[in-house]
Protein backbone atom coordinates (compact mmCIF):
# COMPACT_ATOMS: atom_id res chain seq x y z
CA UNK A 1 0.00 0.00 0.00
CA UNK A 2 0.78 3.52 -0.70
CA UNK A 3 -0.10 6.57 1.37
CA UNK A 4 0.06 9.83 -0.28
CA UNK A 5 -0.66 13.33 1.20
CA UNK A 6 -1.14 16.91 -0.36
CA UNK A 7 -0.25 19.85 1.15
CA UNK A 8 0.03 23.54 0.12
CA UNK A 9 -3.18 24.41 -1.24
CA UNK A 10 -5.04 27.93 0.12
CA UNK A 11 -6.52 31.25 -1.67
CA UNK A 12 -4.39 33.47 -3.97
CA UNK A 13 -4.61 36.30 -5.70
CA UNK A 14 -4.86 35.97 -10.02
CA UNK A 15 -1.03 36.01 -10.89
CA UNK A 16 -0.02 34.46 -7.60
CA UNK A 17 1.76 31.61 -7.09
CA UNK A 18 1.34 28.28 -5.44
CA UNK A 19 3.71 25.18 -4.63
CA UNK A 20 1.47 21.96 -3.39
CA UNK A 21 3.44 19.16 -2.26
CA UNK A 22 2.59 15.32 -1.80
CA UNK A 23 4.43 12.92 0.44
CA UNK A 24 4.63 9.22 -0.48
CA UNK A 25 5.05 6.93 2.24
CA UNK A 26 4.30 2.66 2.54
CA UNK A 27 5.42 0.60 -0.51
CA UNK A 28 6.86 2.95 -2.96
CA UNK A 29 9.73 1.08 -4.32
CA UNK A 30 7.57 0.25 -7.14
CA UNK A 31 5.94 2.85 -8.27
CA UNK A 32 6.70 4.60 -11.11
CA UNK A 33 4.51 7.49 -12.57
CA UNK A 34 3.48 10.23 -9.73
CA UNK A 35 0.95 12.67 -10.95
CA UNK A 36 -1.50 15.57 -10.12
CA UNK A 37 -4.93 16.17 -11.42
CA UNK A 38 -7.83 18.57 -10.59
CA UNK A 39 -11.37 18.13 -10.41
CA UNK A 40 -14.55 20.11 -9.77
CA UNK A 41 -17.62 18.87 -7.89
CA UNK A 42 -19.92 18.26 -11.55
CA UNK A 43 -16.85 18.70 -13.73
CA UNK A 44 -14.60 15.65 -15.04
CA UNK A 45 -11.34 15.07 -13.71
CA UNK A 46 -8.14 16.27 -15.84
CA UNK A 47 -4.47 15.70 -15.74
CA UNK A 48 -2.60 18.51 -14.89
CA UNK A 49 1.16 16.98 -14.90
CA UNK A 50 2.82 13.65 -14.61
CA UNK A 51 6.14 12.75 -13.62
CA UNK A 52 8.11 9.23 -14.17
CA UNK A 53 11.25 8.25 -11.70
CA UNK A 54 13.35 9.10 -14.63
CA UNK A 55 12.10 12.56 -14.76
CA UNK A 56 9.82 12.46 -18.20
CA UNK A 57 7.15 14.77 -17.73
CA UNK A 58 3.43 15.44 -19.49
CA UNK A 59 1.08 18.29 -18.74
CA UNK A 60 -2.56 19.18 -19.34
CA UNK A 61 -2.42 21.83 -22.27
CA UNK A 62 -4.10 24.31 -19.86
CA UNK A 63 -1.17 24.33 -17.64
CA UNK A 64 1.95 24.27 -20.13
CA UNK A 65 3.92 26.96 -19.05
CA UNK A 66 2.75 28.31 -16.44
CA UNK A 67 2.83 24.94 -13.98
CA UNK A 68 6.14 22.80 -13.27
CA UNK A 69 5.95 19.21 -11.73
CA UNK A 70 8.92 18.15 -9.66
CA UNK A 71 10.35 15.53 -7.30
CA UNK A 72 12.75 15.10 -5.02
CA UNK A 73 13.20 11.02 -4.65
CA UNK A 74 15.00 11.33 -1.44
CA UNK A 75 12.19 13.20 0.06
CA UNK A 76 9.76 10.51 -1.83
CA UNK A 77 7.64 14.08 -2.50
CA UNK A 78 6.86 15.28 -5.53
CA UNK A 79 6.00 19.17 -6.24
CA UNK A 80 3.54 21.31 -8.73
CA UNK A 81 4.93 24.63 -8.86
CA UNK A 82 2.02 26.94 -10.07
CA UNK A 83 2.22 30.20 -11.90
CA UNK A 84 0.36 32.88 -13.31
CA UNK A 85 -2.70 31.23 -11.61
CA UNK A 86 -5.74 31.82 -12.67
CA UNK A 87 -9.68 32.25 -11.57
CA UNK A 88 -10.15 28.82 -14.40
CA UNK A 89 -7.57 27.44 -11.65
CA UNK A 90 -9.94 26.85 -9.03
CA UNK A 91 -10.06 23.10 -8.09
CA UNK A 92 -9.39 20.56 -5.38
CA UNK A 93 -5.91 19.30 -6.65
CA UNK A 94 -5.30 15.33 -6.21
CA UNK A 95 -1.36 13.55 -5.70
CA UNK A 96 -1.85 10.56 -7.93
CA UNK A 97 0.50 7.23 -8.27
CA UNK A 98 0.77 4.34 -10.42
CA UNK A 99 3.14 1.16 -11.51
CA UNK A 100 2.93 2.42 -15.05
CA UNK A 101 5.86 3.75 -16.78
CA UNK A 102 3.40 5.27 -20.09
CA UNK A 103 2.68 9.00 -19.43
CA UNK A 104 0.03 8.72 -22.22
CA UNK A 105 -2.28 6.50 -20.11
CA UNK A 106 -2.62 9.62 -17.70
CA UNK A 107 -4.08 11.61 -20.41
CA UNK A 108 -7.34 9.56 -20.63
CA UNK A 109 -9.23 10.87 -17.52
CA UNK A 110 -10.65 7.69 -16.64
CA UNK A 111 -7.60 5.65 -15.89
CA UNK A 112 -7.47 4.10 -12.92
CA UNK A 113 -4.58 5.47 -10.83
CA UNK A 114 -3.33 2.91 -8.38
CA UNK A 115 -3.33 5.48 -5.33
CA UNK A 116 -4.81 8.46 -4.72
CA UNK A 117 -4.42 11.56 -1.92
CA UNK A 118 -7.10 13.20 -0.53
CA UNK A 119 -6.85 16.53 -2.30
CA UNK A 120 -5.73 20.12 -1.33
CA UNK A 121 -8.42 22.81 -2.54
CA UNK A 122 -6.62 25.61 -4.18
CA UNK A 123 -8.45 29.16 -4.82
CA UNK A 124 -8.02 31.67 -7.31
CA UNK A 125 -9.43 34.99 -6.99
CA UNK A 126 -10.02 37.53 -9.66
Known amino acids: QVQLVESGGGLVQAGGSLRLSCEAS????????MAWYRQAPGKQRELVAA???????NYGDSVKGRFTISRDNAKNTVYLQMNSLKPEDTYTYYC????????????????????WGKGTLVTVSS
Open 26 to 33: GTIFMINV
Open 96 to 115: AADYTNDLTLLGNPHYPMDY
Open 51 to 57: ITNGGST
